[in-house]
């Protein structure tokens, strides 16, 4: 007994001497300039991996209480990028990527819906900006090392320099530079959302994985999403986070699902779901959106708030509009926002 106690004892000795001869060398041998530049090369990496690389993996997505996974398989064909993201869990979901068209397949609808990537920050590519601008708004360096899905991998971390963003640690396999793992912090570095591998194959991937599942698609309806380019001049948000520029401005047609599951049920109801125009603008710092939905205030709706993971919604009455505005940031960033929306009438 006397022997595993001294046994014991000295194992914790060398583990409690270990930690602080790695951490004093840590200490002493930081320099910050380097350790921010070795993690903005290692940003570059991660943003490049993702588009260039072949791979194909399962990946959970956790945000609050809801836990969703997919499986992606990304290849490189030439010039042309082609990607598979299949949804595994609730109503098989399937969607085709071939560089910019995006086509959704909805088995139970047998339905195809066609139309333009709007965003580029599906994962693991969810870097939109230039490491050096990211540099203004978050403190960089280089976080532990570990492993996720059994590879190797390096964390860099992101604080944020003010409270209307979130903090981000992004773990990187270590030869390629391939994203496996990214969280997103609150102002307690507690993890509010995450989205992680669990299990991936990098390289000699088969151009035949992104084929679709459902090969035989005749009969199917096919939808164009109708989306354009829209000029929203009367419309201004004078107060948006410091980084977050806008980045797009779009009208499109959003189909009502509340309205499309009643006439699935209800023989007499009409064939097509019912639609509606919504306008959207939407800003992001390279990291994180924040839209501004614009509607007609026809429906009768509930002013308020929600949040859910890292998300942040807040729905408000603007005179004759309904406003909708959602965003990957905290709470205090779309109150910001959302009370500083205005609407100039055309003279």
């Known amino acids: ?6 046994t014991l004892f000295l194992f914790k000795f060398v583990v409690a001497l270990s930690s602080f001869i790695f951490f004093t060398a840590r200490a002493e041998g930081a320099d910050p300039q380097s350790d921010r530049r070795e993690a903005q090369n290692l940003l570059k990496k991660i943003q490049a991996a993702a588009q260039k690389l072949n791979y194909s993996g399962t990946f959970v997505y956790q945000q609050g209480s809801q836990v969703r996974t997919s499986r992606i398989t990304h290849v490189l064909d030439g010039k042309n990028e082609i990607e598979k993201l299949e ?34 920050d ?9 490491p050096a601008d990211l540099a203004q708004h978050y403190n960089m360096k280089k976080g532990e090392t570990g492993r996720v899905a059994g590879f190797d991998c390096q964390a860099v971390v992101l604080e944020p320099k003010d ?20 969280q997103t912090l ?4 507690e993890v509010v959302e995450q989205i992680a591998f669990t299990q991936i194959a990098i390289g000699n991937i088969e151009r035949s994985r992104v084929k679709p599942s459902f090969a035989n ?28 520029k806008k980045i797009r401005e779009m ?26 125009e919504v306008s959207q603008i939407v800003f992001s710092d390279g990291l994180a959106a924040i839209s501004v939905f614009i509607e007609p205030g026809t429906q009768s709706r509930t002013e308020g708030s929600l949040q859910q993971g890292a998300m942040n919604i807040v729905g408000k009455r603007q005179g004759d509009f309904w406003l909708t505005i959602v965003g990957e940031v905290p709470s205090a960033a779309i109150k910001q926002v959302a009370n500083s929306i205005e609407f100039k009438t055309s003279k």
């Open 87 to 120: 949804v595994l869990d609730g109503k098989p979901r399937e969607y085709i990527r071939n560089n910019e068209e995006i086509i959704c397949y909805v088995p139970e609808a047998r339905t195809l819906l066609v139309e333009k990537r709007v965003t580029h």
């Open 163 to 182: 409270n209307l963003r979130y903090g981000y640690k992004l773990w990187a396999e270590k030869s390629t530079g391939l994203l496996l793992r990214a």
């Open 122 to 130: 599906v994962f693991p590519a969810i870097l939109a900006a230039n």
């Open 217 to 244: 698609t005749r009969g199917w309806r096919v939808e164009n999403a109708v989306m354009s380019q829209v000029n929203l001049a009367n419309w201004s948000v004078k107060s948006v986070p410091p980084g977050f």
């Open 251 to 276: 009208k499109r047609l959003l189909t009502d699902t509340a309205a499309s599951d009643s006439a699935s049920n209800n023989t007499h109801a009409a064939t097509h779901p019912s639609q509606r």
């Open 186 to 189: 609150n102002e307690k570095s």
């Open 1 to 6: 007994m006397i022997h595993m106690r001294r």
